[in-house]
């Protein structure tokens, strides 16, 4: 695909409500929901983009809008990818930053009557929004993070995936099998020879990335297919389902899901 055509394609994660749209989806009166992906801007390997988390986050993100009556916002597209600095293309913010422009956003929406805030995250590395969430919980904010590694999990069994979430850190079958499925004008030759395993990763933070990788990739992803890609992201639509639930006290099956459909951010992702 052309740069310009990539560049079209990624246009495509910007929601297109209106103003109105909005007011009519909290015109009933109920709790009203928000959904905000969180990515990053990282190395991927030479074959997945560095928009890749991203990405996958507005994936997630837009099934569960299309599932469930939530305001679907858009992303925030650079976070905490410090690990990944030894790579040309990564970008990063501090946590102290990301930090504030989530609860940022939370406070914005509280003012405009949105009450709930659900942080999808696709970039196991922003370990700061758990924190967030919890200190907003504790103020009596109504927040949550998800997916959670039990939901990785499930949607890890159901799909199929062969890889350990242990060992599918990064650029691995998870993430190529989503961007396979969701965006496979993106991905570029050679994720098919690239699997490289490193399952003991106890330095990392201190260390990096670099010092466990050379490619970039740490994972299987030859083992990735857009099959796997759709059962994932149908899985992890299913799981949002007892979030929405928690959040709302609405039942999920009455919301909008499908509930014909069978019933977890991961580490470095």
């Keep these: 695909m052309s740069g310009s055509g990539a560049r079209a394609a990624a246009y495509g994660l910007v929601p297109t409500d209106t103003t109105e749209d909005v007011r009519a989806r909290g015109a009933g009166g109920s709790t009203q929901v928000a959904v905000l992906p969180v990515g990053s801007f990282e190395q991927h390997g ?12 507005c994936a997630v993100a837009r099934d569960i809008a299309e ?27 501090s946590a102290a930053t990301l930090h504030a422009v989530v609860r940022d956003i939370a406070e914005s929406l509280r003012r405009s009557g949105v009450e ?6 696709g970039h196991g590395g922003n370990y700061v929004l758990g924190n967030v969430v919890q200190e907003a919980s504790a103020r009596g904010e109504r927040m949550a993070l998800f997916p959670a590694a039990e939901d990785w999990e499930a949607a890890r069994e159901r799909a ?17 099998s989503v961007l396979l499925h969701a965006h496979p004008e993106l991905i570029r030759p050679g994720y098919e020879s690239a699997d490289f395993v490193a399952d003991d990763r106890r330095h ?3 260390t990096g ?16 297919s857009a099959e796997k890609g759709k059962a994932l992201l149908a899985a992890l639509t299913d799981s949002f389902g007892a ?25 470095g992702r």
């Design 160 to 176: 199929g995936v062969e890889t350990s979430l242990l060992t599918d850190m990064h650029a691995g079958e998870i993430e190529t």
């Design 116 to 121: 709930v805030l659900v942080v999808v995250n």
């Design 46 to 57: 030479p074959y997945l983009p560095l928009a890749t988390d991203t990405l996958i986050a």
């Design 209 to 224: 990335m670099s010092a466990y990788t050379d490619s970039g990739v740490i994972g299987r992803p030859s083992l990735g």
């Design 204 to 206: 990392l933070l201190t």
């Design 67 to 93: 599932a469930y009556p939530v305001h679907l916002l858009p992303p925030v597209t650079i976070s905490c990818s410090h690990e990944h600095a030894a790579w040309p293309g990564t970008v990063s913010i």
């Design 243 to 267: 979030y929405f639930s928690l959040l709302t006290g609405r039942d999920a099956e009455g919301s909008g899901a499908d509930s014909g459909a069978d019933s977890g951010a991961v580490d």
